[in-house]
């Protein structure tokens, strides 16, 4: 049995048993926990203080309770940080230029990780999503399109923990990535330059070029710090 630690809350010895138990491979995703009468006369707890524990990790994502079952470590965590990250930034009033930052910061290292990554059918799917673009028949349409492309590019770098915690800014920024393409056109940038962009950081990837990928990315950014003035 484990001592219980009197400086921390008595739920809180129960979530880092759970965490020590992953960390050490005994606990893996989809396995079950065990009860809460187990876990509570193991660390010496209530079964209250299991069920507080069980219900803080159902929040954050890493636990799913199944009726009858039992309580399970999720197989899928694809949504798992959105509401806490999300919670985050609002409490710490985060501003638009901060997210933009992280995102920027997030992309580039995901479209340098895409260049050695990238697979042949992505390519091919990149490729038919810049023909789309060309014929898209509303700013709606080429909005849609111009995430999928971002996103695409992101799966490729095949860093799991890059690509959710880009999605979970992605979510947040949607609007402002909708108003950032609006405010880049309304500053007389055509919709053939957004374009040629996304032309030049297509044939960066099919060359699997990492300078070239990484300058093009950056070339799309410059055009929105210039467009919201954030290049000062």
Same mark, same amino acid.
């Given at each position: ?7 921390? /809350?008595?739920?809180?010895?129960? *979530? %880092?048993? *759970? ?9 893996k995703k989809g396995d079950r926990l065990p009860s809460e009468r187990e876990m509570a006369e193991s660390i010496g ?20 309770? /199944? =009726?009858?079952?039992?309580?399970? *470590? /999720?197989?899928?965590?694809? +949504?798992?940080? @959105?509401?806490?990250?999300?919670? #985050?930034? #609002?409490? =710490? ?5 901060e997210m933009y930052d992280l995102r920027e910061t997030l992309e580039l290292q995901c479209a340098k990780l895409s ?5 042949? +059918? ?10 789309? &673009? ?12 111009? $995430?999928? @492309?971002?996103?695409? *590019? ?8 890059? $690509? ?8 947040? &920024?949607? %609007? ?5 393409? #609006? ?16 032309? +030049? ?13 990484? +300058?093009?990315?950056?070339?799309? @950014? ?11």
């Amino acid at each position: 049995m484990l001592a219980p630690n009197k400086t921390t /809350k008595v739920y809180d010895q129960v *979530i %880092e048993q *759970i965490k020590s138990k992953i960390k050490s491979g005994e606990i893996k995703k989809g396995d079950r926990l065990p009860s809460e009468r187990e876990m509570a006369e193991s660390i010496g707890v209530s079964r209250t203080s299991v069920r507080e524990a069980i219900r803080a990790l159902e929040v954050v994502g890493l636990v799913e309770s /199944k =009726q009858g079952a039992g309580n399970y *470590i /999720k197989t899928n965590f694809d +949504n798992s940080l @959105f509401e806490p990250l999300s919670v #985050m930034f #609002m409490l =710490q009033e985060s501003s638009v230029k901060e997210m933009y930052d992280l995102r920027e910061t997030l992309e580039l290292q995901c479209a340098k990780l895409s260049a050695e990554n990238i697979e042949d +059918n992505e390519l091919a799917l990149l490729t038919a999503i810049v023909d789309r &673009m060309y014929i898209a028949g509303s700013e709606e349409e080429s909005l849609e399109l111009d $995430i999928k @492309f971002h996103y695409l *590019i992101a799966k490729a770098s095949r860093n799991v923990l890059l $690509i959710n915690v880009l999605d979970v800014i992605s979510q947040l &920024m949607d %609007e402002f990535i909708q108003k950032s393409r #609006m405010q880049i056109l309304h500053e007389g940038n055509t919709k053939e330059s957004l374009l040629e962009i996304h032309e +030049n950081l297509l044939r960066a990837l099919k060359c699997r070029d990492e300078s070239k990928v990484c +300058n093009a990315m950056k070339e799309h @950014f410059n055009l929105i710090r210039k467009s919201y003035g954030y290049d000062n």
